[in-house]
């Protein structure tokens, strides 16, 4: 089955958030097709540990990166455009937990939001331009979560952030699709209950409900294939029947 034109064997692929989890599973996918791998994270070791990995079947660039730096995420897009000469994929996947009460420490809001949304709104702003101006297909995915839109109470800082990425995506939906000649397309990806590092904090083992990070990547995948802007996960607990309601 055909995939979205932007995955392609020789074809690249930034991952931000890219170590572990969600985006660990996303390279995969990606180096899978054969395309070529830049992945950002703040855990060198981890980076360096899937480089080793990932590098035995595809060409792969690592670096440290903390997307909530403006001046980092352009470090890393002179970099990954010095060596690949271009992006296919964007992939802002980079996120903290939450715990950010509304009263709470102003320090945790400030990590919260410069990793959650201020690291959706650099990657966005420093690497579509060059995206657009290369005149062919390409995705930018930005990560979201339920709780950008359910906003569950007791923990602000999170819901706020997410729901912030919500509004960045859209915004950027309706400017890709009013600039002529482009063929890059926006998704928001909206994981449910995923067995992650941050789940593994609170659960050695997978939690019977919860997905694996792999089974969201499918989803992303099948979702852009099919020219889905919003790619809303199920989990083993909450059907997509319940999500809607």
């Not at 939906?173 to 909206?190: F, M, P, S, V, Y």
Request: glycine content about 12%; charged content about 20%.
């Amino acid at each position: 089955m055909p995939q979205h034109p932007a995955i392609a064997q020789g074809k690249v692929a930034v991952v931000t958030g890219g170590a572990s989890g969600i985006g660990l599973a996303a390279a995969e996918r990606f180096a899978a097709h054969g395309m070529r791998l830049a992945l950002a994270d703040t855990d060198q070791a981890a980076l360096e540990a899937v480089a080793e990995r990932l590098g035995r079947s595809t060409e792969v660039l690592t670096m440290v990166c903390d997307v909530g730096d403006r001046a980092a995420v352009e470090a890393l897009a002179d970099r990954v455009y010095e060596r690949f000469a271009e992006v296919t994929i964007l992939m802002n996947n980079a996120g903290r937990e939450g715990g950010g009460a509304l009263f709470g420490q102003t320090a945790r809001w400030h990590e919260i939001l410069e990793t959650n949304l201020w690291g959706v709104i650099n990657g966005v702003q420093v690497f579509a331009p060059r995206m657009i101006a290369q005149g062919q297909p390409g995705a930018i995915i930005n990560t979201g979560s339920k709780q950008g839109i359910t906003c569950p109470p007791g923990d602000a800082a999170y819901n706020v952030s997410k729901a912030g990425v919500k509004v960045v995506s859209e915004a950027l939906a309706h400017e890709l699709r009013g600039i002529d000649g482009c063929a890059i397309t926006a998704h928001l990806l909206i994981p449910g209950f995923t067995f992650t590092g941050f789940t593994r904090v609170r659960h050695q083992e997978k939690p019977a409900g919860a997905w694996l990070p792999e089974q969201v990547i499918d989803l992303l995948l099948d979702g852009m294939r099919k020219g889905d802007f919003y790619i809303l996960c199920p989990d083993n607990d909450v059907s997509r029947a319940i999500d809607e309601k």
